[in-house]
T-cell receptor
Framework: EAGVAQSPRYKIIEKRQSVAFWCNPI?????LYWYQQILGQGPKLLIQ????????DSQLPKDRFSAERLKGVDSTLKIQPAKLEDSAVYLC?????????????????FGPGTRLLVL | DQQVKQNSPSLSVQEGRISILNCDYT??????FLWYKKYPAEGPTFLIS?????DKNEDGRFTVFLNKSAKHLSLHIVPSQPGDSAVYFC???????????FGTGTSLTVIP
């Protein structure tokens, strides 16, 4: 079974530029997550999709970050304009089911991440 | 506000000995806990999980213990192997949804 795919793996931009990251989740996984992991910290959830709808974007800096999952499969995360503090690894994850209503918690499977450096 | 804490940023253990990684949480609504393992330049990989209805879950060399009253969980690796050298993150979620809150990670080095 193919895992979560992300591209690019690395990106270097200057502040105030724009950047976009792409994620293709595991086939059949309804839920997709974008995380930001700053050096020395754990991953922090930015946005959660269930199919093509947003479930939680409470920690997404909406003035500069946007994300979409138009067909309920792959997703794009964009930063415009980038700031120095956006330097981080951006991780995409997916899970089969969105929540624990059935009493079953779903494990999230992570992609390799995109390492962003803003100069 | 860090709801999941891993107070030891690093740990070194001799090969064959036990590795114990600790994690504390503050939110009493958390009822599902996981450990992820991360190698450099890779995404985190699921290792083992435990539901709050249990106090222990075992999978091969890996055992997770949960102490709900102390809001503490630990991961035991026995015996430790050099390939276990990685960063280990604990994560927690509550019954209301699938958002996982991650700790800051513990870097484990297993010395041959």
């Amino acid at each position: 079974e193919a895992g979560v795919a992300q591209s690019p793996r690395y990106k270097i931009i200057e502040k105030r530029q724009s950047v976009a990251f792409w994620c293709n989740p595991i086939s059949g996984h309804a839920t997709l997550y974008w995380y930001q992991q700053i050096l020395g910290q754990g991953p922090k959830l930015l946005i959660q999709f269930q199919n093509n709808g947003v479930v939680d974007d409470s920690q997404l800096p909406k003035d500069r970050f946007s994300a979409e999952r138009l067909k309920g499969v792959d997703s794009t995360l964009k930063i415009q304009p980038a700031k120095l503090e956006d330097s981080a690894v951006y991780l995409c994850a997916s899970s089969l089911f969105p929540n624990s209503r059935l009493g079953v918690q779903e494990t999230q499977y992570f992609g390799p991440g995109t390492r962003l450096l803003v100069l | 506000d860090q709801q999941v804490k891993q107070n030891s940023p690093s740990l070194s253990v001799q090969e064959g000995r036990i590795s114990i990684l600790n994690c504390d949480y503050t939110n009493s609504m958390f009822d599902y806990f996981l450990w992820y393992k991360k190698y450099p330049a890779e995404g985190p990989t699921f290792l083992i999980s435990i539901s709050s209805i249990k106090d222990k879950n075992e999978d091969g060399r890996f055992t997770v213990f949960l102490n709900k009253s102390a809001k503490h969980l630990s991961l035991h690796i026995v015996p430790s192997q050099p390939g276990d050298s990685a960063v280990y993150f604990c994560a927690a979620s509550g019954a209301t949804g699938n958002q996982f809150y991650f700790g800051t990670g513990t870097s484990l080095t297993v010395i041959p």
